[in-house]
């Protein structure tokens, strides 16, 4: 049987792979050999989705989650959480509102009997409330939301669902034809998109998430409970909240959490979620008669939608629907985010003063140049009262409660009637990080090509002029690691002029590995002419955008986004307590080894290799195509490795063994520029690791490919120049060194940059040779596990078409369909320790 590696530093005998893996590993490390595996990050949010969240109602999955919320969650005396969190009137008199008595049998019995009796009491309540924005509650515990498809933690349902009474809201929840049964019950189908509050019924104590027997003064419990069944249910509630927080608009929400007579209220925001002490309402019914009443008396804004938007008027959406993108399938997608069920369209505002200036935007591409913008304003014809872009269902979002919460849309520039890319995310109020729109306005005004072109960006802010920000985070006691306060998180949006598509829709390889040059180009221009270090090199982050040029020529070109970790150089060097960032799987090995190593050029540069190896692996004809068990084995222990020693997360001891061996982990038809590349990239890659990790075994040397010399365009001429430079440096290194005489290839772009200009100098027809095939990872042999999981993701987006700095995620920029992140990163993993350090900094100042 074929082994993983021609060196075996990964392959095994197919009789013996799996173990063989797991025995090559450290002590405290697992690398997964399941379909049931460890995850790519310990944290649940910091699981991009390039391993997309595997099965949510998997047990280890439900853990993690859990897990993570433990630590983001505090609890608060009753009375302190009302008076901070639902101020309000206090309740009429009997008089004015009548409210019917708890059948107190009803709550002691099955979780339907309690979940009817809450909705007869909450109704009398509803009803009784003069405010404008009226609420039904519903039993809906048996009717999952039939909208709820492709979307993360599918078919779940909520116990009672408080509603609007509008019609929009009425003809989506409402069942139909109700029976006189049903309606004498409340019963209605969860809808994640109208729910305004909700709560969840237990009867059973050992399957409650949080603590309702008394304690002893002495012996105080965790308001959180331990235990199998606990453990699940605050994995749901957080699965609910991540539901809220990802269909619709909102800063912040509410919950409740009932049981036998009891309940807790809860306040969710992107820091975290406030717990109340229980009240016993079976005893003092009007505790929660008063937190009913509360909630009903507030406006949509102290309810925690975000004010700055509102539904969409027919005419706006139907102008949405008419703008032509620069692609077709731009133009589909689109149609699919509007008039999804489930997905209502609206209008979001953003300040004028959030508009960038385009006066020294420099060009995109040195190839290409767009088409001018046809639908351009001057200033006087710009609107005075703010920006609008009107967005339907999320092209991709981030599927846990807490962290950046990264959600992006094809939204419709309704000043410029065109179509653009809006991202909205979380961010961390510190001084290190550098706003998102700032720093794309920085790279393009300096020359920095590849990267999106920014047209909007900004904290967002009500009319007042007050941030949108987290509150959570004052409660929260310090990180036990850091000792430091967690950071504000502040709402953030940016708009960009281009839509790409993933990296995984390449048309050919040849197209994947000029898009990921181009990636590598903005990557190096960026650091040598601004200083920045991009920190999150993964496949959700390297696009493929369309469009026609001013010839009307069809263009492809790569793009390298989703800049809100980066770093500016004089930071990295003077860092007291440098973390790591990125998305898991891309991870250099160093990074996920060691966790206090500090972020240099070489690991994003060896990014970019585990990226290219990646999409081969599921897109390239190659050596285990046909082999599923053993090819899954081997990307889940080069890319999903983890474990902790020191309580630090660690990975990346098959990915340096693989590194060190000198060979690529992948072998596809040898007398190709595509295996030519991988040989190139595993070489640099070795020569660095044995400049910085110590001697090796010998590797042999090879050949250089032919160059097409036919080809007379710009971009062909420049790969020829590059490479023939590239050539004359290294001939006497190719041909006598051996490759055991270490040297820094990754400290800087050079050797990669050339590498990949070798191959693109290649004739077209020698492309040709290289076989694309169907997605492996969508096999049924990788069903259930991460990578599977990704791929489905990716999958489902394509049909309906539908990243992480702090402890979030990283789905990020205009990353169509993307997870990034269970990238959450993402989502990635988020450089939390160096927020945290800022933070604590701030606090003392």
Known sequence: MEAFTQTGEIRAASSSHQATARGSTPTGTKPPTDINSTPVHAKASSVHTQSVATNFKDEGVLQRLAKEMRSKMVEMDFDQFMSLYMPGPGLPPESVLEIPDFDENKLM?????????????????????????????????????????????????????????????????????????????????????????LAEIKTVHDQCAFEFEKSKADDPKPFIRPGKGATKALAQMAQYAAKLFRRQHRLHLFTLFVFQGQARVIRWDRAGAIVSTPIDFKKEPSLLHQVIWRYASMDQVARGFDPTVVRATDNEIAAMRRCEGPAAWVNEARDNALGQPGWPVYKIKMRTNDLIDQQGIQQLSEFFSECDDSNALDDTERPTDGEYFIVGRRHFATDFPTGRGTRGYIAYDVSRKRLVFLKDYWRAHIKSSTPEG???????????????????????????????????QAQLPPDQRTKCPSPTQEHYRLVVKEIGQRLDEHES?????????????????????????????????????????????????????????????????????PARSGTWQFMSARLLRNPGKRHEVADDLESFVHVLNWMCFRFCLHDLSEKPDILKTCILALYEEQGVENDEEIGGTHK???????????????????????????????????????????????GALAVDVASRDARSEKYQRIAAAHRLANVSGSQQAPVETGAETLKDHQEMYGAFACVLAAPSELWDDVKRTTDRFQLPEFKKSPVYQYSAEQSSRRSSNSKRSLEGESADLARPGSSKRLRSSTAGLQSLEEELEEAGAAHEE
């Open 438 to 472: 700032e720093v794309l306005r920085l790279m393009r005004s300096e020359g920095v090509r590849n990267v999106p072109t920014p047209i909007a960006a900004g904290v967002v802010q009500d009319d007042a002029g007050v941030k949108q920000q987290t509150r959570t």
């Open 509 to 577: 390889t040849k197209e994947l590995v000029e898009v990921m040059f181009d990636a590598l180009s903005a990557h190096k221009q960026a650091w040598e002419l601004t200083k920045l270090l991009h920190r999150d090199i993964s496949a959700g982050n390297i696009l493929i955008y369309r469009f026609t040029d001013i010839n009307g020529k069809l263009c492809v070109i790569g793009l390298l986004i989703d800049w809100d970790l980066c770093k500016f150089q004089c930071y990295l060097e003077t860092v007291s307590r």
């Open 109 to 197: 019995t099955s979780e339907n009997n309690v979940c009817i009796e809450l909705c007869r009491i909450a109704q009398a309540i509803l009803d009784g409330c003069p405010g404008e924005e009226k609420l039904v509650a519903k039993n809906t515990r048996d009717h999952p939301d039939s909208s709820d498809y492709h979307d993360y933690a599918e078919q779940l349902r909520v116990d009672v669902s408080f509603y609007p009474t509008h019609g929009d809201a009425t003809a989506d929840y409402a069942l139909p034809h109700e029976s006189s049964e049903q309606a004498s019950q409340f019963r209605a189908s969860t809808r994640w998109a109208w729910i305004s509050l």
């Open 656 to 702: 340096r063994k693989q590194i060190r061996s000198g060979e690529p982990p992948i072998e596809v038809d040898p007398d190709t520029p595509l295996s030519e590349l991988l040989k190139d990239l595993a070489s640099i890659c070795r020569k660095h690791y044995l400049a910085v990790d110590g001697p090796a075994l010998k590797s042999k040397p090879r």
